[in-house]
């Protein structure tokens, strides 16, 4: 039973318009989420994360939000560029388990030129 | 900037065979981790560790095991490898947590495992 689900396997998205990720959870005692961004060939790197106290989170183009009461999380990406374009996978983080980390399934996003 | 590097990019395997995945980071990080990443299913956990010679079970530690006898390396061990182990293998790394403040994970490239 995944606690995190992305339920969307791809996005196409034209560059310069708006990508939304969004993110499902079941528990809610995790603390923090995350996104992580990966590209073919190489580890996932992190990209922006927000505790469970706050709603919103930006960091330049990228903005998390978060709805604790509808247990959902999106990522935010404005403008898209061509280089956007990866797996995004989000991930949450209880405090209590140490630095464990449970993933959701990863949504492909492309940005068309 | 933190370095994760996996001994392998792409490893081909016998059914049964042992197979030995190592990982070694370069930031001096408590925290180390074995996922195994698989189409619609994310990352999944198999071990971590939190410091030299422990270790602890993820989400799905079943036909594997670790070894952490240096903090900067830490093995992922198919004891007879199988066919359904056929998947890409990501190590990561961490420091340690400190009180509420989280420490993202740094990931190697991923090796990329297939058992004939």
């Not at chain 1, 996005?11 to 923090?32: A, H, K, P, W």
């Not at chain 2, 670790?66 to 998947?87: D, G, H, P, W």
């Amino acid at each position: 039973d995944q606690q995190v689900k992305q339920n969307s396997p791809s996005l196409s998205v034209q560059e310069g318009r708006i990508s939304i990720l969004n993110c499902d959870y079941t528990n809610s005692m995790f603390d923090y989420f995350l996104w992580y961004k990966k590209y073919p060939a190489e580890g996932p790197t992190f990209l922006i994360s927000i505790s469970s106290i706050k709603d919103k989170n930006e960091d330049g183009r990228f903005t998390v939000f978060l709805n604790k009461s509808a247990k959902h999380l999106s990522l935010h990406i404005v403008p898209s560029q061509p280089g956007d374009s990866a797996v995004y996978f989000c991930a949450a983080l209880l405090n209590n388990a140490g630095n464990m980390l449970t993933f959701g399934g990863g949504t492909r996003l492309m940005v068309k030129p | 900037d933190v370095k994760v590097t996996q001994s392998s990019r792409y490893l081909v395997k016998r059914t049964g065979e042992k197979v030995f995945l190592e990982c070694v980071q370069d930031m001096d990080h408590e925290n180390m981790f074995w996922y195994r990443q698989d189409p619609g299913l994310g990352l999944r956990l198999i071990y971590f560790s939190y410091d030299v010679k422990m270790k602890e079970k993820g989400d799905i530690p079943e036909g594997y095991s670790v070894s952490r006898e240096k903090k900067e390396r830490f093995s992922l061990i198919l004891e007879s490898a199988s066919t359904n182990q056929t998947s890409m293998y990501l190590c990561a790394s961490s420091l340690g947590t400190g009180g509420n403040l989280y420490q993202p994970q740094h990931f190697g490239d991923g090796t990329r495992l297939s058992i004939l």
